[in-house]
């Protein structure tokens, strides 16, 4: 059964190589358009991580942690672009952030701020894809750490954010490793949220998923290269994140 | 590997249209929403095949009456697939099973290659017209519009022949634009002016048609338009070449002429 | 003012404390000072840990106050220092000790949550890990180290922070016999030199014996009896500290020279006191004998052996009869006597024999 499951999995990796025009890959790879999707995708799903850590890990603590009414709400909420089709989160984020959107509207007429069609869309995008498999690690992981630790800090004199600092951040940190990583893959990998949210636009909103889209319509090798490249990009930040941060401590 | 399923989804247009994946690879497409599979409601004899159509985004409207038309009348069911031309002609080059293809340029046809028997007919054209936002609020009224400081204009990418025939016509005109984003088919530029994110956007006459109500039309002067010349074509070793030709013929007739003038297409 | 002089504040613990957790109401008055080592005993469920985790800071007081050299940790109701504030020290039964740090950083822990720079609080841990003999140690991860180590460790850290008020839960229950007798020892030597108010909890008679300088018997979160090892054992006042002395405990009614037992039975007592009062006989002082005893003592009843415990060359028999006692043996005497489960025996108890005590 496991094999099976391997084999799904490697099956079409296998194919893409084996597809790749590799004579022509030097010449596919330098072009501008691809590089600039390319660090465009890195950039933005890199910035969304991070975004997602800022926002995720309070968010994380106090579903772990708190109780209140509309607790559960809270973590419904938060999941919830989990489970939408990420075209209709796009539009969601259009009806909020668009020109005449909930908060756009005031946006733009406050500050002329306008966000749809700029590449602070994709990150808004990405992390709103994104942010859900982030928290839900992490609270994991708040849930798992004993508390008794922290009454111990706390007898030693260390303040509660001391606590949190020096005592829980560092015993949930392979969780915030494993949410990172996560978070990351789905935000590269994102493309309905951020077509109808950001659209399109060579070096400003063509995220790597996008170019790879529309070059299958015109060039496929191009494509076939290109998803290759964001295959190896992956398995480097995944290989080196090595099993030691993501396991125990 | 993209949800290009919800993608096509959200821009449902009114209507029972059903459309698959451009980008899916072969796999996916023989399952596409088989319209009838096997019914017996006719005489006795042979059960009514199922033919698959590929055709252009652009003809989902009028193809799917075509295609009712052409089920009430002949002893088979037709599936549609429709999408981009290019990608079509591609999933069809790696053997996707499709009985007809119909392309919004006779170049994707080429594409298809020796799959496509050697009987293309080109039927249809089709203009470009530029479609605005409801109420038209920032006055277009020419090509040169577009190019105004202000105006927020979204195209068709340049790998899709919408894409290219709006660049073609823009050239005609002179205008140099600068397009907020280029989306990957006519379809997203529809919606994003439904929506009201964008102003102006440059796609087929039969897609404002199709999205009366949501958008205005403002016409592009001959001078400048692009035509796109549609064809159609039965493909070999479908097994079903009767049926396929068959459906070719519906759309050449009269009754699909007429649907197709309906729907804002011009004859060849 | 007056030229009296000011009064150095009262030195040591002095907490009143009332509070609610689940089914448990505790309602405590102490006072220790400091030096010495007070041991908490009682029986699971008594309030113990409860009475350190208010005295910590971890749960909050119902009612009542908590003052350490006079300065007030808590006022209910108006004042609660959190436990960060309060210059305490807590040593728990599962070290405890941080999983991601080194030996070295658990004890620095505290000085550096303080303030103290990290090289001066690795220095300072570095010296005491030294005083506990685990200077090889300073590297290694808690998971790394011994049950015992690990809570020398943890003795360490809780020590490194110079409290006033060192909390001890249970620090000897989760070792392994032979490393509790060693930890003990450590511990004990240790304490010697420690200036606060200690406080340590424990089920184990024993340790509490081996410890302590004063122990306070909690049950059903209420003091039931508070005095040095000494006077426990001489005068235990419930049950659970005369099954911890090891001794027979009955409650009655002195009426002359006897003591009425609930049960209608009496006691031939020397010196009754008259009221409600405790009577206590050593299991050395009740003699069993195969027939009815000759001689004087005015208590004799026969019954049942119901069990036979051997300690050592000593062995603890318990009788059945119309007051059920404990009789201390040798294990000569057992096989003399031809003592087995069942056996029909006489007891008997001098009058002398016997303690009384109000209650």
Redesign the interface.
């Given at each position: 059964m496991a094999a099976l499951a391997a084999l799904f999995f490697v099956a079409p990796l296998v194919g893409l190589v084996w597809r790749a025009p590799w004579s022509s890959l030097g010449r596919e790879l330098a072009s501008r358009e691809v590089r600039d999707a390319l660090s465009l995708s890195l950039l933005t799903s890199t910035v969304a991580t991070a975004a997602s850590a800022v926002f995720g890990i309070p968010l994380a603590w106090v579903l772990s942690r708190s109780e209140f009414p509309g607790r559960r709400l809270l973590r419904a909420l938060t999941i919830l672009p989990m489970v939408l089709p990420p075209v209709v989160g796009g539009v969601a984020l259009l009806l909020a952030f668009g020109r005449n959107g909930l908060l756009g509207q005031w946006l733009d007429r406050a500050f002329g701020i306008t966000v749809p069609f700029t590449t602070a869309a994709v990150v808004i995008a990405e992390t709103f894809v994104a942010m859900p498999f982030f928290v839900l690690t992490v609270e994991a992981g708040f849930r798992s750490v004993d508390q008794r630790l922290e009454e111990a800090a706390s007898t030693l004199g260390a303040v509660r954010w001391t606590v949190f600092r020096r005592v829980t951040l560092p015993l949930v940190r392979p969780s915030l490793a494993a949410g990172a990583v996560v978070c990351w893959a789905r935000a590269l990998g994102e493309f309905g949220a951020t077509i109808t949210f950001a659209g399109n636009f060579p070096g400003r909103t063509q995220t790597t998923p996008l170019k790879v889209y529309l070059l299958l319509e015109s060039r496929p090798e191009a494509a076939i290269v290109l998803s290759l490249v964001l295959l190896a990009a992956s398995l480097a930040v995944l290989l080196g994140l090595r099993d030691r941060w993501l396991g125990a401590v | 590997?993209?949800?290009?399923d919800?993608?096509r989804?959200?821009m449902r247009r009114r209507g029972t249209v059903h459309r698959l994946s451009?980008?899916a690879l072969a796999v996916s497409l023989a399952s596409a929403g088989c319209g009838g599979g096997e019914d017996d409601r006719t005489a006795a004899d042979a059960p009514r095949a199922t033919i698959t159509v590929f055709a252009a985004a652009s003809l989902t409207e009028s193809f799917t009456e075509i295609g009712r038309q052409f089920e009430s009348s002949h002893r088979a069911d037709v599936a549609f697939s429709f999408g981009?031309s290019?990608?079509l002609a591609?999933q069809i080059a790696n053997g996707a099973p499709a009985d007809v293809l119909a392309t919004a340029d006779e170049q994707t046809m080429q594409r298809a290659d020796d799959r496509v028997a050697r009987s293309v007919t080109l039927f249809a054209h089709n203009r470009l017209a530029i479609a605005v936002r409801r109420g038209n609020p920032k006055t277009i009224g020419s090509l040169a519009d577009l190019a105004r400081p202000g105006v927020?204009l979204?195209l068709c990418?340049p790998?899709?022949p919408c894409g290219r025939f709006g660049a073609q016509a823009l050239s005609r005109a002179g205008v140099d634009v600068r397009?907020?984003?280029?989306?990957?088919d006519v379809k997203?530029v529809v919606?994003?002016l439904s929506?009201?994110?964008a102003d102006a956007g440059i796609v087929y006459v039969t897609d404002v048609r199709a999205a009366a109500g949501q958008v205005e039309e403002v016409a592009i002067p001959p001078a400048h338009n692009v035509v796109a010349r549609y064809a159609i074509a039965p493909l070999r070793d479908s097994g079903r070449s009767e049926s396929a030709k068959a459906f070719v013929q519906s759309v050449l007739s009269p009754s699909g002429r007429a649907v197709l003038d309906r729907a804002g297409f011009q004859a060849p | 003012m007056a030229g009296s002089g000011v009064s150095a504040p009262a030195a040591g613990l002095d907490a009143s404390v009332e509070v609610t957790v689940g089914a448990l109401h505790l309602d405590v008055s102490l006072e220790v000072p400091p030096n010495e080592i007070v041991a908490l005993l009682g029986p699971n469920g008594a309030g113990k840990t409860t009475l350190l985790r208010v005295l910590a800071g971890l749960e909050p007081l119902g009612r009542g106050r908590v003052l350490l050299d006079g300065d007030v940790l808590e006022d209910a109701g108006r004042v609660r220092l959190p436990p960060e504030r309060r210059p305490i020290g807590m040593v728990f039964q599962e070290h405890l000790l941080f999983p991601h740090l080194s030996a070295l950083d658990n004890v620095a822990f505290g000085l550096r949550s303080r303030g103290v720079s990290r090289a001066a609080a690795r220095d300072r841990a570095a010296d005491w890990l030294a005083r506990m003999g685990l200077s090889d140690r300073c590297a290694a991860r808690p998971h790394q180290l011994s049950g015992g180590q690990a809570q020398r460790v943890a003795l360490a850290r809780a020590l490194a922070v110079e409290p006033r008020l060192l909390l001890l839960d249970e620090p000897l229950a989760a070792l392994d016999a032979s490393s509790r007798v060693e930890i003990r020892r450590q511990l004990a030597a240790t304490l010697e030199s420690f200036t606060g108010v200690q406080l340590l909890v424990t089920h184990e008679p024993l340790e509490a014996m081996a410890l302590a300088d004063r122990l306070i018997v909690l049950e059903e979160g209420r003091v039931v009896q508070a005095g040095s090892p000494a006077e426990l054992g001489a005068r235990p006042r419930s049950r659970y500290v005369a099954d911890l002395v090891g001794v027979n405990l009955f409650r009655g009614r002195g009426v002359g020279n006897q003591v009425a037992l609930p049960e209608g039975e009496c006691l031939v007592v020397a010196e009754a006191a008259p009221g409600d009062v405790f009577a206590m006989v050593h299991p050395r002082a009740v003699s069993l004998h195969r027939q009815v005893p000759e001689g004087t003592p005015r208590n004799v009843w026969t019954g049942d052996v119901e069990s036979l415990d051997v300690e050592g060359d000593r062995v603890r028999v318990r009788v059945r009869g119309r007051i059920p006692i404990v009789s201390e043996v040798t294990a000569a005497a057992v096989s003399d006597l031809d003592l087995g489960v069942g056996r029909r025996v006489w007891v008997s108890v001098k009058a002398s024999s016997v303690s009384v005590y109000p209650a």
């Open positions: - | 590997m993209k949800d290009v919800a993608l989804d959200a451009a980008a981009a290019s990608s591609q927020i979204v990418a790998e899709v397009p907020r984003s280029l989306e990957p997203g919606s994003k929506l009201g994110e | -």
